[in-house]
């Protein structure tokens, strides 16, 4: 069943003139649904198999909107940073989180990702690795606001200048153009997607 064909879809659809439902229709039916265990396990196998890739330990840091200036990591240089805002509802900011939860618990100390990305941690565990996670990028800003926010700490500064730490991203999804803007900021070989969604619609 296509996606105009469903309830929803129909309400939706009720929205447009007549005139412009045939184009809205091919819009609306060119839209990728992803469930959520498919959401889910496409990260766990993008996630668990880059250790084979790149340097361990590895610090698992969910993406999350930051204010201008804003340090990640907040004026306790111990305290484990606030992983979601406290706003967020349990949508995919969630399930992120939830992921890479269960991911850094798997092996306790002996596995290949840092306890919580804390500078406190990732001092203790010697890391090697920051890897950014998040479900979609379609420009890429996001990411770019969050590394900017991340790189506000004058401890991360110092690893990245003594060229301690790798950064890395991984996205379930993300355009094209996104890519692109990535791979720029962090490298063609650091930049990890479980999947490209297409850029245009025959319409």
């Not at 940073?81 to 509802?89: E, Q, T, V």
């Not at 969630?94 to 941690?121: D, H, M, T, W, Y």
Request: with cysteine.
């Amino acid at each position: 069943m296509e996606v105009s064909e469903t309830l929803r879809g129909r309400n939706w659809l009720s929205n447009f003139a007549p005139e412009q439902q045939v184009v809205a229709k091919r819009l609306l039916d060119a839209v990728e649904l992803v469930g959520q265990d498919q959401f889910r396990n496409g990260l766990v196998r993008l996630i668990s198999g880059l250790p084979k890739k790149v340097q361990k330990p590895i610090a698992l840091v969910p993406v999350r909107e930051m204010a201008p200036g804003q340090n990640y990591f907040g004026p306790d240089k111990n305290a484990s940073p606030r992983l979601l805002n406290s706003g967020s509802f349990p949508g995919s900011e969630g399930i992120v989180a939830n992921v890479l939860g269960a991911l850094r618990r798997q092996n306790g100390n002996e596995g290949a990702f840092v306890a919580a990305p804390s500078l406190k941690n990732m001092r203790a565990a010697r890391c090697r690795t920051i890897l950014y996670v998040d479900d979609f990028s379609g420009s890429g800003k996001r990411i770019l606001d969050f590394h900017r926010s991340f790189m506000t700490s004058k401890t991360m500064k110092s690893w990245k200048s003594y060229g301690l730490v790798k950064f890395h991203v991984a996205l379930f999804a993300a355009t094209p153009h996104a890519r692109e803007v990535l791979n720029f900021t962090f490298g063609d070989q650091n930049v990890h997607v479980v999947t490209l969604p297409p850029t245009s619609i025959q319409l």
